[in-house]
């Protein structure tokens, strides 16, 4: 194709030579292939700020959906931190920054690092009291490094003790010397004056690796004014992911916890409670989309979620009683989030009424297709999904015009197959976009620069699943089980015997 033709939209399959030729969206919810209607209310929740239900069999874009909607949000602005509670340690409370606040603070924050200097720039006393410079031959080397690589003599110096100005060095500096720690001189920090601009102030120097880190008067007030505050911690970061998967979460991982130690608040050896603190998924999808696929198989936590959802808040706390943190409790956790939750039709009995009714009067319920009718601009959509899924994979040859009308076909033969939908093209991507996969492989080790039509064929001779092996082996999936399954198997697996020879003399007692 020309150049001119690449960089437009094609019209249809017959215009594209690879998938190379087909444009991928730069708008993540148009790269959502056949669910209008879900990617609309999709833009209406993300805008809106609405929750959403999202109903349909596994593979059609439920969570494609739910990630494309958070990337339309905008991003978080605020950073929630657990502090420290001196008054009563065990209810540690919770602060709100706002990214305004944050910036600031890490602007002052970079203002306490100081200066890194290298040891020689520094004055020769105080690179000697941190142990960079050897007092004997002048030698610069790592404080760590006990000795000097240079005279071999100890690095440390002491007081009274150091140069000609002891007489009796040669007698009793080795004893001298096995008082001093191992590792070099005890000094990480060595503060003095210095004029600047005329000006006395006070300066100090930091042992910082290889370096020498230079904090000045401003930054030491600044450091002592952040030591005056009460200790705390980040729960939930202000750059974070607006977009938090929780499908299968454990209760801790839904709703947080608090760590046990051993030693609990042992002032030596435990830690603060407030150091213990974890944020659950609710916490972390503060400002953004919480996705739940399989919501009804959360079971009693369904509560929970109902009420971080009418609350915007949830508090946390130690959920094992016999830990050490059953006893903290952080109350007022943020947590106002959108819900994205995904069901089957089947399961749609075990959601919970009130949580259903939140969805519904706070957002919407959306049945996903499972086809789409099959013409020119929804065989496009096939090629658009394919070049995706290339794309994403990132070890896959482009496919040919070729390889996109074999997978049209496949889509096809599956709409009316699994559907019963003729004139219609499959929406069950994910097993479609295993076969592209598959195909591409065969492509690859075949040493072939693009997925040809062969490829996607034999894919399919390799795509089929282990029932319908089994089947073509054995005969039937019955016979299969029976042929390769041992006496005592047999016994305990006697539920397919049982259909295919319902002799209630064979299984007393059934199988119900």
Request: hydrophobic share 35%.
């Amino acid at each position: 194709m020309s150049s001119e033709a690449t960089h437009r939209t094609p019209a249809g399959v017959d215009e594209i030579e690879t998938t190379l030729d087909v444009p991928i969206p730069t708008d993540p919810l148009e790269r959502v292939i056949g669910q209008e209607k879900a990617v609309e209310i999709a833009r209406i929740a993300a805008y809106q700020h609405r929750h959403l239900l999202l109903v349909g069999p596994p593979g059609i874009g439920k969570s494609m959906t739910a990630q494309a909607l958070a990337l339309h949000l905008d991003r978080p602005r605020s950073e929630l931190r657990v502090v420290h509670n001196p008054e009563n340690p065990e209810r540690p409370t919770v602060e709100i920054v706002s990214r305004d606040e944050v910036h600031r603070e890490r602007e002052a924050a970079r203002s306490v690092e100081g200066e890194l200097i290298a040891p020689t720039d520094a004055p020769v006393s105080v690179a000697e009291r941190l142990g960079y410079r050897c007092p004997r031959c002048s030698f610069y080397s790592l404080p760590t490094e006990r000795y000097c690589p240079s005279c071999g003599n100890v690095k440390q110096v002491v007081p009274g003790m150091s140069g000609s100005g002891n007489p009796f060095r040669d007698l009793v500096g080795g004893i001298l010397e096995l008082t001093v720690s191992p590792g070099g001189n005890p000094q990480e920090s060595v503060r003095t004056t210095r004029l600047k601009n005329g000006v006395e102030e006070v300066v100090a120097y930091e042992r910082a690796g290889d370096k020498i880190k230079v904090l000045d008067q401003r930054a030491l007030e600044r450091r002592r004014t952040l030591q005056r505050e009460s200790p705390r911690k980040v729960l939930v970061k202000l750059d974070r992911n607006t977009f938090v998967m929780a499908t299968g979460a454990s209760e801790t991982e839904l709703l947080g916890d608090v760590r046990h130690d051993p030693y609990g608040g042992h002032p030596q050896l435990g830690s603060l409670p407030y150091e213990r603190v974890i944020a659950g998924a609710i916490h972390e999808a503060h400002e953004g989309v919480l996705f739940i696929d399989e919501l009804p198989h959360l079971g009693f936590l369904q509560r929970h979620i109902l009420t971080a959802m009418q609350e915007k808040r949830f508090p946390i706390s130690g959920r094992n009683p016999q830990s050490g943190g059953a006893a903290v409790r952080v109350d007022g956790v943020p947590c106002d989030f959108i819900l994205v939750a995904a069901a089957n039709i089947q399961d749609l009995h075990g959601l919970l009424s009130p949580l259903r009714s939140r969805i519904a009067g706070s957002g919407y319920e959306v049945l996903l297709e499972t086809t789409m009718p099959d013409h020119d601009a929804n065989r496009l959509k096939i090629a658009q999904f394919c070049a995706q899924e290339i794309a994403v994979d990132g070890r896959i040859r482009p496919a040919t015009r070729e390889a996109i009308v074999e997978l049209i076909k496949e889509a096809r033969r599956r709409a009316e197959t699994l559907d019963g939908r003729h004139n219609a093209l499959t929406l069950r991507l994910r097993e479609l976009g295993g076969l592209i996969r598959t195909a591409g492989d065969l492509a690859a080790v075949s040493g072939s620069e693009h997925v040809e039509a062969a490829h996607v064929r034999r894919a399919l001779e390799r795509a089929r699943s282990i029932e319908e092996q089994v089947r073509e082996a054995y005969g039937s999936f019955q016979g299969g089980v029976r042929q390769e399954s041992t006496e005592a198997q047999r016994q305990s697996m006697g539920y397919y015997h049982w259909t295919e020879h319902p002799d209630p003399n064979q299984f007393p007692g059934g199988y119900g």
